[in-house]
């Protein structure tokens, strides 16, 4: 239950497209859906997050869809760029924890942007 | 400037051998974790701590201790009983407060076996 499913597991786009990685989560008390980046030999860093309140979140040519019913959402990355060639990570938490947050993470999706 | 910081950046361990890596933060943080990432895997939790003295096993704590002397350090200590430790250890943080599920990492540490 406290699963996340991520896909696909790598990714290869052209410059100027658009990426699209999915997740799907069971545990229906997560109300917390971050997106991290993470390039090669560094930590994650924090991309995008969205609350089940909405049902979408743009930031830039970054954009999270969310389908609560589905229990699925995902990163769209518009004009990709060979810059966004990383490893990308969805995660997902519940707000019941009192104090920080246990993160759930998918498997990591490779992307690479050929140019 | 503020941020969390690991070290060493690589570390080599013995067999039989006990190690330890270090995290510092000064954010002023409450809650520390930290995550171990294998090739092609997701991040998994090995411990996470939401304040000083105190701290709660994660998914795979086996073989592995830590400590919350401080609120700004959170070390671990990869012992002898964890029989494949080669990995990525990965250090993060967050605030408490309506932000508190952000979580930010550190560098990380490699760890390899000799």
């Known amino acids: 239950q406290q699963q996340v499913k991520q896909s696909p597991q790598s990714l290869i786009v052209q410059k100027g497209g658009i990426s699209i990685i999915n997740c799907a989560y069971e545990?229906?008390?997560?109300?917390?859906f971050p997106w991290y980046q993470q390039f090669p030999g560094k930590g994650p860093a924090l991309l995008i997050a969205?609350?089940?309140?909405?049902s979408e979140k743009k930031e830039g040519r970054f954009t999270i869809s969310f389908n609560k019913s589905a229990k699925q959402f995902s990163l769209h990355i518009m004009d990709s760029q060979p810059g966004d060639s990383a490893t990308y990570f969805c995660?997902?938490?519940?707000?019941?924890?009192?104090?920080?947050?246990?993160?759930?993470f998918g498997e990591g999706t490779q992307l690479t942007v050929n140019p | 400037d503020g941020g969390i910081t690991q070290s060493p950046k690589y570390l080599f361990r013995k067999e039989g051998q006990n190690v330890t890596l270090s995290c510092e933060q000064n954010?002023?943080?409450?809650?520390m974790y930290w995550y171990r990432q294998d090739p092609g895997q997701g991040l998994r939790l090995i411990y996470y701590?939401?304040?000083?003295?105190?701290?709660q096993k994660g998914d795979i704590a086996e073989g592995y201790s830590v400590s919350r002397e401080k609120k700004e350090s959170f070390p671990l200590t990869v012992t002898s009983a964890q029989k494949n430790p080669t990995a990525f250890y990965l250090c993060?943080?967050?605030?408490?407060?309506?932000?508190?599920?952000?979580?930010?990492f550190g560098p990380g540490t490699r760890l390899l076996v000799l």
């Open positions: 701590s939401q304040i000083v003295n105190d701290f």
């Open positions: 954010l002023n943080h409450d809650a």
């Open positions: 995660a997902a938490s519940t707000s019941q924890e009192t104090s920080g947050s246990r993160l759930t």
């Open positions: 969205i609350r089940p309140d909405v």
């Open positions: 993060a943080s967050s605030i408490w407060g309506s932000d508190k599920e952000t979580q930010y």
């Open positions: 545990n229906t008390a997560f109300d917390y």
